[in-house]
């Protein structure tokens, strides 16, 4: 099985290339390196956890509306958290 990083990395790839399943518009992607970049400027990476920190419980609604709660996912493994701000 591939490790979580090389997972992570070839999604990037994937989705960086606009190509299916996700399409994204070259507008899109440019403005996410755009926030990504705003972001590690503003200084805020240094208070994000780092690798092996422990995140706190949460819950939220995922994208049917149906609450969803990190210890439920964590049961199923590895757990990544992806933000975006905005619409495509």
């Given amino acids: 099985m591939a490790s979580l990083q090389s997972r992570l990395d070839e999604f990037k790839k994937t989705f960086e290339s606009g190509a299916p399943p996700y399409n994204a518009p070259r507008e899109v992607i440019e403005k996410m390196h755009?926030?990504?970049?705003?972001?590690?400027a503003s200084g805020i990476e240094q208070?994000?956890?780092?690798?092996?920190?422990?995140?706190?419980?949460f819950t939220l609604f995922n994208q049917d509306h149906v609450e969803v709660s990190s210890t439920g996912l964590l049961r199923q493994?590895?757990?990544?958290?992806?933000?975006?701000?905005?619409?495509?």
Avoid at 47 to 57: E, H, T, V
Avoid at 80 to 86: E, P, Q
């Fill in 47 to 57: 208070q994000a956890l780092k690798i092996g920190d422990r995140a706190p419980s």
């Fill in 34 to 40: 755009r926030a990504t970049a705003e972001l590690r």
């Fill in 77 to 88: 493994g590895p757990l990544v958290i992806s933000f975006f701000r905005g619409h495509w």
